[in-house]
């Protein structure tokens, strides 16, 4: 008990640094634009999921200190949108506040799913895609918010697109995902390079599409869940096909 009280210190001190401290920093700078605040707590979401795989050597333990995360941090948040300097120190685009408390819900209620669907149920492939799948949304949503905003031109049609989107953006966002997927699979997965870029260019494109049929900020769910999905099938079926493919070479 007392070490996972100890571990979840810790996450709660890192969302205190990385989702506070630093956001208000970069707001009191005189030409940092809104969208970088924000993108810079969303890559500061995403990567927690390396705590929650460090700290914690068990599913159950990572869930239960996301789930205290939320018991501690949302009402601390409740009662900091009361601050009168909160609409100076954080780029909170909800009408009446509230935009930090909904994405840290979203963003725990998507860690969540996706530990107890890649690392509780998903074998021995399954941490690996549970962190190349949130990776995946971490660095994909945030290129495709900046190059769409930065020099999107040409609008994404199309039946059921979930906001505005547009295909630089998009493109963006598969290419970051794609390669935000194979460093993680050759690193922290340690597979070869073949199967690391094999994940990197199934999920990439998953991640995009996804993410452009995804409504009202449920890519927070949808994504990782997608890419992560994309990442141990294509993980797997590389695993089981090398020893084949070896046997086959020798034989040659």
Known sequence: MRAFLLASAGLTGYYLLALLVVPMS??????????LVRKTQHVGYGASIWLLLTLFDAWYLAIAASALLVVIAYPA???LERWPGYAR???DR????????RSLLWVQASFALNIVLFWGLGGPVGRIALAAGVMAWTLGDAFAALIGRAIGRHAANGRFLAGDKTAEGTTAMALAAGTAVALTVGTYGGTDLGSALAAGVVAG???AAVEL???????TLTVPAAAGSAVWLTVTIATRL??????IVAGA
């Open 26 to 35: 970069l707001r009191a700078w005189r030409g940092v634009p809104d969208e």
């Open 77 to 79: 948040l409740l009662a």
């Open 89 to 91: 120190a954080f780029p």
């Open 94 to 101: 909800a009408p009446g506040r509230g935009e930090l408390r």
């Open 205 to 207: 494109p998953v991640a």
């Open 213 to 219: 049929y995804s409504p009202h900020g449920t890519d």
């Open 242 to 247: 090398e020893p084949v493919l070896a046997r």
